[in-house]
């Protein structure tokens, strides 16, 4: 073969593909990395508009909750007040019971020793404004409370409450042993006549006597009174001390979440 013969057309064109066909393929994996990422970018936005709608979202509720509990911590101070105050009375008066019992003159303290005997029974509880941290409890949502010392004090604070609860179950055991006793110093027909028909309490005016003179009895009473007493002014101290770990979660809770 002449070495100078040309080379057919046919095979020219194999050797050598058309730059057309090569561009195209070109543009075709441009086009389609740029709608990858547009697909990519519009998956991705989609993904961090979604968390900031979560994240308003439970803000929101979070601070729903938060104002809650300020307003239990509000009802709590108020009703440890009305318990602290009554309790630091009833310590006053049992003990003037007891006094009185014990005293040689106690023929002429009939009235104050009934009317003060039905004081005994009388009570105040502390009720625990407890609805929004039971909520976030039972439905595991201590979570939401973004504020990790806040949560720890508010649990430390409902650890305090329930020993209050403790101490107040024993208060009512002694009640009820001294209401065993009673009987043995006491006329049951006239402690009862210290209370009306609309259960309020009334003083005797006919000098009711106790039913023995058995200072042993009568002494054995008035320990429980007395007893009892001093366990009414420990839980009024208990209570202050509450009163105060209530107002400190509160003013914590107030500067953590800007409520001033």
Same mark, same amino acid.
């Given at each position: =073969?002449?070495?100078?013969?040309?080379?057919?057309? @046919?095979?020219?064109?194999?050797?050598?593909?058309?730059?057309? /066909?090569?561009?195209?393929?070109?543009?075709?994996?441009k086009?389609?990395?740029?709608?990858?990422?547009?697909?990519? &970018?519009?998956?991705?936005?989609?993904? &961090?508009?979604?968390?900031?709608?979560? %994240?308003?979202?439970?803000?929101?509720?979070?601070?729903?909750?938060?104002? %809650?509990?300020?307003?239990?911590? +509000?009802?709590?101070?108020?009703?440890?007040n009305? !318990?602290?105050?009554?309790?630091?009375?009833?310590?006053?008066l049992?003990d %003037?019971?007891?006094?009185?019992?014990? %005293?040689?003159?106690?023929?002429?303290?009939?009235?104050?020793m009934?009317?003060?005997?039905?004081?005994?029974?009388?009570?105040? /509880? $502390?009720? !625990?404004s407890?609805?929004?941290?039971?909520?976030?409890?039972?439905?595991?949502?201590?979570?939401?409370?973004?504020?990790?010392? #806040? #949560?720890?004090?508010?649990?430390?604070?409902?650890k305090?409450?329930?020993?209050? @609860?403790?101490?107040? @179950?024993?208060?009512?055991?002694t +009640?009820?042993?001294?209401?065993? =006793?009673?009987? +043995?110093?006491?006329?049951?027909?006239? *402690?009862?006549n210290?209370?009306?028909? @609309? *259960? +309020? $309490?009334?003083?005797?005016?006919?000098?009711?006597?106790?039913?023995?003179?058995? $200072?042993?009895?009568?002494n054995e009473?008035?320990?429980?009174?007395?007893?009892?007493?001093?366990?009414?002014?420990?839980?009024s101290?208990?209570?202050? /001390?509450?009163?105060?770990?209530?107002?400190?979660?509160?003013?914590?809770i107030?500067?953590? !979440?800007?409520?001033?």
């Amino acid at each position: =073969m002449d070495e100078n013969q040309s080379i057919p057309k @046919e095979q020219t064109e194999e050797s050598h593909p058309p730059t057309e /066909a090569a561009s195209n393929s070109k543009g075709t994996w441009k086009s389609y990395f740029k709608e990858f990422f547009m697909l990519f &970018l519009a998956v991705f936005c989609g993904f &961090l508009a979604e968390n900031y709608r979560e %994240s308003l979202t439970a803000q929101k509720v979070e601070r729903d909750y938060i104002l %809650s509990l300020v307003e239990d911590l +509000k009802m709590d101070t108020a009703n440890l007040n009305g !318990y602290i105050a009554f309790r630091k009375e009833k310590s006053v008066l049992m003990d %003037s019971l007891a006094q009185m019992m014990l %005293s040689k003159d106690r023929n002429l303290f009939g009235n104050q020793m009934y009317y003060l005997a039905r004081q005994v029974f009388n009570d105040r /509880a $502390f009720f !625990y404004s407890d609805g929004t941290i039971q909520q976030l409890k039972n439905a595991g949502s201590l979570r939401l409370i973004s504020k990790r010392n #806040v #949560v720890n004090e508010l649990l430390n604070y409902e650890k305090k409450v329930k020993v209050l @609860e403790e101490w107040d @179950e024993n208060d009512n055991r002694t +009640k009820s042993t001294f209401r065993e =006793m009673g009987g +043995k110093v006491f006329n049951s027909l006239e *402690l009862n006549n210290t209370m009306d028909a @609309e *259960l +309020k $309490f009334v003083v005797p005016t006919t000098n009711p006597q106790l039913i023995t003179d058995d $200072f042993a009895v009568i002494n054995e009473v008035a320990f429980q009174i007395h007893y009892l007493s001093k366990m009414t002014k420990g839980n009024s101290i208990r209570a202050e /001390a509450l009163r105060t770990d209530a107002g400190r979660l509160l003013e914590l809770i107030q500067a953590e !979440y800007n409520l001033n």
